[in-house]
């Protein structure tokens, strides 16, 4: 474990009776930065945060906090706050009494406490709200008293348990930029739990995809979007179309048409057969190109930016994002031409 492993999680399984709801999960969140648990509803996410913060025990395996070992601490000597989905405000506090709870419970005097709840009000943009009760401020607004309740007490570690869920899109959308702007000026050891693809990739250094109870692949957005590591990450994260095909020497040959992948190596394939993945993004269709690059099309949605385009290639459906520039709505046919970007390979199953 180096010093700056802040959060680490070793072999922790968590079994509730007979049924494992998290198996040998290992973990590691390096100090100051965010990662995100990203997973479909019940692969173990709000249990993960709930072991981490004490309120659940494992079933083995060991809780480390900056180095020092935690398995066994309790909720309160932990230092760790959780933002939850529903903001759990008292509503017949104030604003200001909902956010200086905590540091009232910690003994911390007046004076102070109104000086560092002012302060956390400000870093959500909600300076001289102290007064106001929860029933006069916007679901919005509650949601940064929250945030603001939590950052208030300068925990250790920050958890976030599906915090926008209740909020509508736009208001998501601000909200999600102000927790990561907030947690990268003040440096918080984060970790973030969504079902949400763009709200993982928009908040975070890392993400985590969890399934069942496991973690399929760890790694900041790009990489698990350019380089997922099996066929589920493929089909978790984004679309892309899956090919058999085969690689030889960084050339790549798929339904005949051969390309030259640059990059190839970075799958860690050996030549031979293997399993290419298209994103629909990586695909341009021209007019012209070899017989091996000829496919059908069979529908396209215009989508404003892009075309929404399923063209039959070798017998198989492939995902198209056509330019509205380039594509023309009456083509019958076209030709297959793949940049590498967005192309990916993994090893024949
Ligand atoms: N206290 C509990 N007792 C029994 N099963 C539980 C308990 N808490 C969670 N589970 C089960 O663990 C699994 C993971 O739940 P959870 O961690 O809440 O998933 P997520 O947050 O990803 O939706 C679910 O199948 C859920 O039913
Ligand atoms: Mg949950």
């Given at each position: 474990m180096s010093s700056n492993d802040f959060l680490v999680l070793k072999n922790i399984t968590k079994a509730f009776?007979?049924?494992?709801?998290?198996?040998?999960?290992?973990?590691?969140?390096?100090?100051?930065?965010?990662?995100?648990?990203l997973g479909p509803s019940g692969c173990g996410k709000t249990t993960v945060l709930r072991l981490v913060a004490g309120l659940e025990s494992p079933t083995s395996g060991q809780i480390f906090i900056d180095g020092e070992d935690v398995t066994k601490?309790?909720?309160?000597?932990?230092?760790?706050?959780?933002v939850f989905q529903s903001y759990a405000l008292f509503p017949h506090m104030s604003i200001g009494d909902n956010v200086g709870y905590g540091l009232r419970m910690q003994g911390?005097?007046?004076?102070?406490?109104?000086?560092?709840?002012k302060e956390a009000l400000e870093l959500v943009d909600l300076a001289g709200f102290e007064d106001r009760f929860v029933d006069q401020i916007s679901g919005g607004q509650q949601q940064r008293v929250?945030?603001?309740?939590?950052?208030?007490?300068?925990?250790?570690v920050l958890l976030f348990d599906e915090p926008l869920s209740n909020l509508d899109a736009n208001l998501r959308r601000s909200m999600r930029e102000k927790i990561r702007e907030l947690q990268q000026r003040l440096g918080i050891t984060s970790l973030y739990v969504t079902h949400d693809q763009t709200e993982a990739f928009a908040v975070s250094d890392e993400v985590i995809v969890m399934h069942k109870g496991k973690i399929m692949q760890k790694a900041p957005a790009k990489e698990l979007y350019l380089r997922p590591n099996s066929l589920f990450l493929a089909n978790f994260m984004g679309e892309s179309s899956i090919f058999a095909g085969t690689l030889s020497q960084g050339n790549v040959n798929v339904n005949g048409y051969q390309f030259p992948l640059a990059n190839a190596e970075q799958f860690g394939l050996a030549d031979g057969e293997c399993l290419v993945g298209i994103r629909p993004e990586a695909?341009?269709?021209?007019?012209?190109?070899?017989?091996s690059q000829q496919c059908q099309i069979k529908s396209a949605v215009y989508m404003g930016n892009h075309w929404e385009i399923v063209a039959e290639?070798?017998?198989?459906?492939?995902?198209?994002?056509?330019?509205?520039?380039?594509f023309d709505p009456n083509a019958q046919q076209a030709y297959v031409h793949l940049s590498e970007q967005g192309v990916f390979l993994l090893a024949k199953e």
């Open positions: 009776g007979k049924s494992v709801v998290i198996d040998n999960l290992d973990l590691t969140i390096k100090r100051g930065t965010m990662v995100t648990l601490s309790s909720i309160q000597n932990r230092d760790i706050c959780i911390v005097n007046a004076e102070e406490r109104k000086q560092r709840v929250a945030l603001a309740r939590a950052l208030v007490l300068k925990p250790k695909v341009s269709l021209k007019n012209t190109g070899e017989a290639w070798g017998g198989k459906d492939l995902l198209v994002n056509g330019k509205p520039e380039d």
